[in-house]
């Protein structure tokens, strides 16, 4: 018994090397990686059909006085049986492929073992069959539970088997003594032989499932990467400059030929082989690509042919060509081309297809991205655009007056209010002016309300020097100053002050407005700035309007605050980031 053990092992050992050999071959391993269709179940039936065949050829052929182990078998003397490891390879094949092809690789190894003859042949026959669509039924339920099937398991289900076979043969065999004794020579050898080689098998096995796991994990980083580095670009839309960053990229971090991106009417971009015939700007030249914008589904060519180039010598021969779409609506395409086909693998067409989705997505939020800008740019300067009414009529009605009895004063005021209109109508124009414009523009109203109002407040000015250049939204100090005058001093018999003070710290600008009027109360201080307030002395329309605008232009990094005392004033802050501004770029 003991005597056929290194025997058995030596058989398995084929099996398993020509196992280990297949799992380094790309078709192979597609088969075991994914599920199965009617095609690839076939030819899992004929492969471990084929494993099954080797078994019984390189088998080792048993009878009561000896072991007769030949190179190739053909057929088995009537009186003997044939040890060897059929069942491991059935076994796996219904694992992997379910009781289809555990069937179907159980009848070609079953049939196949019968005809070679032998006492046990119609016993090792039916039960090499059983033994297939048995485990492939296990397999099958298992999948369908959500469960694996593990090394170990299919160990147990594969000695499982072989000691069914064992039984098989005594009940089915004749002579009963002739079975009874080949049992006890081949049993423990086959059941625990088997089960090693089962184990070796499934180790093979579980490498290409891990190796597969990997290959994806690396995909997908790879995807991200590019993904992450192509971002900023898309934000622009397609155009050509973005799109030939892009197409740079994506040339650098994959292994493509070349790389292509159009929109539905030109190439914006190719970068790679080919570039001397597929020019940026010009219009499709492939007919692979206007095939894929009409269809909206992916295209891959693996022949020359097949790309529809019009360029005879064109070095491009495999290409797979991605619809972008925003909104389900063709913008453009992603291609990738080849110049040896063979490249063009699973792994390629699947990081292409993974790429051509985060782009499609990547393009969606750069559009509405950009109509959110263009609706918060136009809340924005509508807010900017106001102007209080009252203030018109009082300036107009003030300077009317002066020109009877102060002509000069009259003019000089008219040149204020006309420098006050003109700074509100480039403001609203403007996201951000520079800092000396905002003084000019509050001066100007200064001059305005201190005619009106006489020796009723002083305004006093502390702004640190070489800020002038800084940028600050338009409207942001005029209001507050406007506030501090019509409500911090209501109806006072002594003279207010009103404190404009404005310096950096840490790369912010503080600009702090101080009066020292009859201040806010607690109920109004808590809405202030937050919404719209009805009161019979103001909304508070300016402070939320500067706030939300605040908002919008830097999105969190800005702040007001406001502070205030009954009968000693109020002071409100703001701190926003301290941009200069360098031909069209603001920088800190």
């Known amino acids: 018994m003991f005597s056929l053990v290194p025997l058995m092992i030596e ?3 084929i099996i398993v090397i020509v196992a280990f050999l297949l799992s380094r071959m790309k078709s192979f391993r597609q088969m075991v990686q994914k599920e199965h269709n009617k095609y690839e179940k076939m030819m899992l039936i004929l492969l471990f059909g084929a494993f099954g065949l080797i078994s019984n050829f390189t088998g080792i052929e048993v009878n009561s006085q000896a072991f007769n182990q030949t190179d190739w078998i053909t057929e088995v003397n009537a009186e003997s049986a044939l040890a060897n490891t059929r069942v491991m390879g059935v076994v796996i094949g219904a694992l992997l492929g379910g009781p289809v092809v555990g069937l179907g690789a159980g009848l070609i190894t079953g049939l196949h073992r019968y005809t070679l003859g032998g006492f046990t042949a119609f016993s090792c026959s039916i039960s090499t069959i059983i033994a297939g669509l048995a485990a492939g039924y296990i397999s099958k339920k298992r999948k369908q539970n959500g469960k694996k099937i593990t090394p170990l398991l299919a160990v147990g289900i594969g000695m499982t088997f072989e000691a069914l076979q064992m039984l098989i043969i005594l009940l089915t065999a004749k002579p ?19 089960g090693l080689g089962t184990l070796l098998f499934m180790f093979i096995i579980e490498a290409i499932m891990r190796e597969e796991v990997s290959v994806r994990a690396n995909q997908t980083n790879l995807a991200f990467r590019i993904a992450d580095r192509t971002l900023p670009y898309f934000r622009q839309g397609l155009n050509a400059h973005s799109c030939k960053e892009i197409a740079a990229i994506i040339l650098k971090l994959t292994d493509a030929d070349a790389v292509a991106i159009t929109d539905d009417q030109k190439v914006l971009a190719h970068a790679g082989a080919a570039s001397d015939h597929h020019v940026p700007m010009a219009d499709l030249i492939t007919g692979m690509t206007r095939k894929t914008i009409e269809r909206k589904k992916i295209s891959v060519a693996r022949t020359k042919a097949e790309i529809f180039c019009s360029h005879h010598h064109c070095p491009l021969e495999a290409a797979i060509v991605i619809p972008l779409k925003v909104k389900n609506h063709v913008v453009g395409t992603l291609k990738i081309y080849f110049t040896d086909p063979e490249k063009l693998d699973n792994v390629q067409q699947q990081l292409a297809e993974g790429l051509a ?6 393009l969606e939020l750069a559009e509405a991205e950009h109509q959110a800008k263009l609706l918060k740019d136009a809340e924005i300067k509508a807010l900017q655009a106001q102007i209080h009414p009252h203030f018109l009529f009082n300036s107009i009605n003030t300077i009317s007056a002066l020109c009877r009895t102060d002509a000069n004063k009259a003019r000089k005021l008219l040149l204020e209010f006309s420098s ?32 009106r109002f006489p020796n009723k407040y002083d305004i006093i000015f502390d702004i640190e020097p070489n800020l002038e250049k800084v940028y600050i939204p338009p409207f942001t100090l005029q209001p507050l100053v406007e506030n501090a005058i019509h409500y911090g001093f209501p109806r006072s018999k002594s003279k207010g002050e009103i404190r404009i003070e404005i310096h950096s710290q840490d790369n912010y600008l503080q600009i ?10 607690e109920d109004r201080m808590k809405e202030l700035g937050k919404q719209v307030v009805t009161s019979t002395k103001g909304n508070g329309t300016a402070i939320f309007n500067i706030s939300e605008r605040l908002k919008g232009i830097y999105s969190g990094q800005a702040n007001l605050t406001i502070k205030s005392k009954a009968d ?14 360098r031909g069209d770029q603001q920088v800190v």
């Open 512 to 521: 702090i407005v101080h009066d020292n009027g009859i201040g806010i109360s």
């Open 11 to 13: 058989k398995v050992g």
């Open 176 to 194: 009963f003594a002739d079975a009874l004794n080949l049992v006890q020579i081949i049993a423990l050898p086959m059941v625990l032989i088997n």
């Open 568 to 581: 000693i004033g109020t002071t409100v802050h703001i701190s926003l980031p301290l941009y200069h501004k």
């Open 420 to 451: 006050f209109i003109r700074g509100n109508l480039q403001g609203a124009k403007q996201m951000l002016i520079p800092l000396e414009k905002e003084l000019k523009n509050v001066t100007a109203y200064i001059s305005l309300e201190q005619t």
């Open 357 to 362: 989705n985060l782009f499609s997505t990547q």
